[in-house]
T-cell receptor, first 112, second 118 residues
Framework: NAGVTQTPKFQVLKTGQSMTLQCAQD?????MSWYRQDPGMGLRLIHY???????DQGEVPNGYNVSRSTTEDFPLRLLSAAPSQTSVYFC???????????FGEGSWLTVV | AQKVTQAQTEISVVEKEDVTLDCVYE???????LFWYKQPPSGELVFLIR??????QNEISGRYSWNFQKSTSSFNFTITASQVVDSAVYFC???????????????FGEGTQLTVNP
């Protein structure tokens, strides 16, 4: 069982570069989301989606873009990387509202 | 707005001690869900438990137990006879259910670093 798969696991970017963090789930989950984890701040919601074609902003959406063209995939795009976006990124999915939320293994991103 | 507070930033215990991790939450919703996750040093987030607001029964799973009290807005987690492998950061999280389009959005506490020493 693959569950929630994130790639890449580690990435170093230069300021101003763009990149896409990939997230895929094979559990036919409708709900998917992206969080970032920073020291002492827990995890904060960046963007989320309640189904293909539907996305919305979370708590810290600035500098990030998402789309949901299929149920399985929910990529997170950094448009112009900044050092403040150095963080660990987690993708999550769940079948429906209130169900167990499963997380990917995380993507460690450093912007220099 | 929803909020989760884990007042204990770090806890250090000796193996075989019992330890309780506190979680206090705030929400205006009557229907909500509470979660606990474990983050070991390897970094992944491991699901431990989900509880909905209508189920106040305490739960025990092996050495783990959870005490949910709506009267005090708390959802505390106890590890009995702790082991070195329990060393991790533990997160409490809350998901409101005020509308279907809110999805399963989690608000996390800041986490409690538990260190179990041999």
């Amino acid at each position: 069982n693959a569950g929630v798969t994130q790639t890449p696991k580690f990435q170093v970017l230069k300021t101003g570069q763009s990149m896409t963090l990939q997230c895929a789930q094979d559990m036919n989950h409708e709900y998917m989301s992206w969080y970032r984890q920073d020291p002492g701040m827990g995890l904060r919601l960046i963007h989320y989606s309640v189904g293909a074609g539907i996305t919305d902003q979370g708590e810290v959406p600035n500098g990030y873009n998402v789309s949901r063209s299929t149920t399985e995939d929910f990529p997170l795009r950094l448009l112009s990387a900044a050092p403040s976006q150095t963080s660990v990124y987690f993708c999550a999915s769940s079948y429906s509202l209130g169900n167990t939320i499963y997380f990917g293994e995380g993507s460690w991103l450093t912007v220099v | 707005a929803q909020k989760v507070t884990q007042a204990q930033t770090e806890i250090s215990v000796v193996e075989k001690e019992d330890v309780t991790l506190d979680c206090v939450y705030e929400t205006r919703d009557t229907t909500y869900y509470l979660f606990w996750y474990k983050q070991p040093p390897s970094g992944e987030l491991v699901f431990l438990i989900r509880r909905n607001s209508f189920d106040e029964q305490n739960e025990i799973s092996g050495r783990y137990s959870w005490n949910f009290q709506k009267s005090t807005s708390s959802f505390n987690f106890t590890i009995t006879a702790s082991q070195v492998v329990d060393s991790a950061v533990y997160f409490c999280a809350l998901s409101e259910a005020w509308e279907e389009t809110s999805g399963s959005r989690l608000t996390f506490g800041e986490g409690t670093q538990l260190t179990v020493n041999p």
